[in-house]
């Protein structure tokens, strides 16, 4: 650890990366000399970026905030030194930097990583810390979001993820098909699910209750995120509870760690490759599909928001558009294997004469 301007700065763990520690002791302080005062006009990347940070630490939520800072220092990694200029910052560093990411296999994935990447310097330039947004422009096609998870998917990854047995307890799949379960019968999101404490949750009731969660600093009057839970889901966490496992969360795997998103990816990713599932089936998936099930089940707009902890319909607008099409194709595929009954064939030709409306043209 290394104190550098007041903020404690991580740098190596353990003494035998000593000089990979001093190596990027050095890089920060020569990044900060190279970042001049926010007053100056002469921001680089880096020193927008990290402004950028900590005017969104008391306004986002950490899970939000912990997944743009990601794209934010890859970006700062390979651009950081640029002063925010139209001389030195390009929409094409942008464009290269995107393009470089050949892990980024979807249009949605890149479309996603370009948004990030505008928010500090739209926020910069409105704060009036650099005259514009150098890389202002720069878009990709939005590609196709994350899809719904389809039961028979949910079912093969519940069948196949029972591993090894141990000799207290659930095995190690049952722990993961507890989660799964939880998140298609509730349509919570995951990091909801992994952080999910007993104190959060009134059995009695039905119901979750988190004060704290992704919306909750976004809202001019913050309200609590309500999860209400059906019978199923009750005696499932009853269940769990019985256990009188240790620790404050509800799931845990089967070493008695709490669940993070690299152990349920990785989970997910084996689940996935056992079953034969694509790849594009992820954990969100299940909170898409309760939403999508929502609405053709004839669920209104406004519950649906309130069941999914939407501060607004327009979000969930999106399951009415999914479900639309999926009742319009599942019609219009029993037409095409015959499992309409057609209308009778009228018997004389004063019927053939008599419209849909019983009027005759």
């Known amino acids: 650890m290394a104190q550098v301007a007041g903020k404690q700065e991580k740098l190596a ?12 002791l050095r890089d920060i302080l020569t990044l900060r000399a190279t970042n001049p005062e926010p007053e100056s006009g002469r921001l680089t990347v880096a020193a927008v970026i990290d402004l950028y940070i900590e005017f969104a630490k008391s306004r986002l939520a950490p899970t939000t905030l912990d997944e ?96 090894r047995t141990v000799k207290t307890g659930p095995h190690p799949g049952e722990r993961f098909v507890e989660f799964l379960r939880f998140l298609r019968l509730t349509g919570a999101r995951p990091c909801e699910a992994r952080t999910l404490r007993w104190t959060d949750i009134n059995l009695d009731a039905g119901v979750v209750v988190l004060t704290k969660h992704k919306t909750s600093k976004t809202q001019r009057v913050p309200k609590p995120r309500v999860i209400s839970l059906d019978d199923e889901i009750v005696k499932l966490l009853i269940a769990i509870r019985s256990r009188n496992e240790p620790g404050e969360l509800v799931f845990y795997n089967h070493r008695g760690t709490a669940w993070n998103r690299s152990s349920l990816s990785l989970r997910l990713q084996r689940g996935r490759k056992k079953a034969g599932i ?28 309130e069941l999914m902890g939407h501060t607004t319909t ?33 018997s004389t030709p004063q019927e053939a004469a008599v419209g849909p409306d019983g009027r005759t043209p």
Not at 13 to 24: L, M, S, V, W
Not at 133 to 157: C, I, K, Q, W, Y
């Open 13 to 24: 763990r353990g003494r035998e990366n000593k000089k990979a520690a001093e190596q990027k």
């Open 68 to 163: 743009r800072k990601r794209y934010f220092q890859s970006f700062a990694e390979a651009h950081g030194f640029r002063v925010v200029n139209d001389r030195e910052c390009l929409p094409y560093h942008l464009t290269a930097w995107v393009d470089s990411r050949t892990e980024w296999e979807s249009d949605w994935t890149k479309n996603h990583a370009v948004s990030i990447i505008h928010r500090p310097f739209n926020w910069a330039a409105k704060q009036r810390l650099i005259p514009a947004n150098p890389f202002r422009g720069v878009a990709h096609r939005p590609g196709s979001p994350r899809r719904p998870m389809t039961d028979d998917e949910f079912e093969r990854l519940c069948v196949t993820a029972h591993g």
């Open 314 to 346: 327009r979000v969930t607008e999106h399951y009415v558009h999914i479900a639309g099409n999926v009742a319009h194709l599942q019609s219009a595929l029993q037409k095409v294997n015959g499992r309409v009954t057609p209308s009778p064939a009228p």
């Open 278 to 305: 694509p790849a594009d089936a992820k954990l969100y998936g299940l909170r898409h599909a309760f939403g999508t099930r929502a609405i053709i089940n004839g669920v209104d707009i406004k519950t649906l928001a």
